[in-house]
């Protein structure tokens, strides 16, 4: 009896565990070397992982390193390289798709330690509030910073335009799709310097706030 009721509870448990369980879980391969590449680095980077402060920092470092390591040979490139033009054009991109998502993650990790609102009660937290407003204000900075990078990045691609590009999975077409939206259709989408500047305001508004000790009535 006591070993059909020790049974009974594994199996529980077993039912448990797999039911909270993703695929992912039982599919996980460990590195076999070194990463090497700038595109191995690249593909590190998770566009739909929670927005959680290490996960977005890991994602930091990941487009960082993808910025300092050597680009793949172009036959392992994203997309179909046969040209020293085609080349270019790929490595422009590439650079500029990476400051692209450095600068969004930047904003996104500010937002993290942004309050929204400065209610009565929050005084008690004044400290900490006006810490993190401090965080907020330095990932804006930098979202800023990699902002113009990318940006020159982008009017560098668009001179390249006319040369023809073939992706592989529509990775390079959505790169392209970003450059025309920033440098030629002026889309509210990838305005991102009026995005940070009105953050950084943002912030230094509600810092002034809590010195003078107002609240949103």
């Known amino acids: 009896m006591r070993i059909k009721s020790v049974f009974f509870i594994f199996f529980i448990l077993f039912l448990f565990i797999d039911a909270r369980s993703d695929l992912e879980d039982y599919t996980y391969v460990p590195l076999r070397r070194k990463l090497k590449y700038a595109e191995e680095f690249y593909s590190l980077f998770r566009e739909n992982f929670k927005r959680g402060t290490d996960n977005l920092n890991a994602n930091v470092f990941w487009l960082l390193h993808a910025l300092e390591y050597p680009f793949a040979p172009p036959q392992l490139a994203l997309a179909k390289i046969e040209t020293p033009d085609q080349w270019e054009k790929y490595k422009t ?39 993190g407003f401090e965080i907020a204000k330095v990932y804006y900075n930098r979202a800023k910073f990699y902002w113009e990078k990318a940006k020159k990045l982008a009017y560098d691609a668009w001179e390249l335009r006319d040369i023809d590009l073939y992706s592989i999975d529509g990775e390079t077409d959505k790169w392209m ?38 609240y949103k009535k």
């Open 177 to 214: 799709d970003r450059v025309y939206k920033l440098v030629y259709s002026r889309d509210q989408e990838m305005n991102y310097d009026k995005e940070i500047k009105e953050r950084i305001e943002e912030v230094d508004y509600k810092i002034k706030m809590l010195n003078r000790g107002e």
């Open 93 to 131: 991109l590439f650079r500029f798709q990476v400051y692209y998502l450095i600068t969004d993650t930047y904003l996104r990790l500010g937002e993290r330690y942004e309050k929204p609102n400065i209610l009565f009660f929050n005084y008690t937290f004044k400290k900490e509030i006006l810490e």
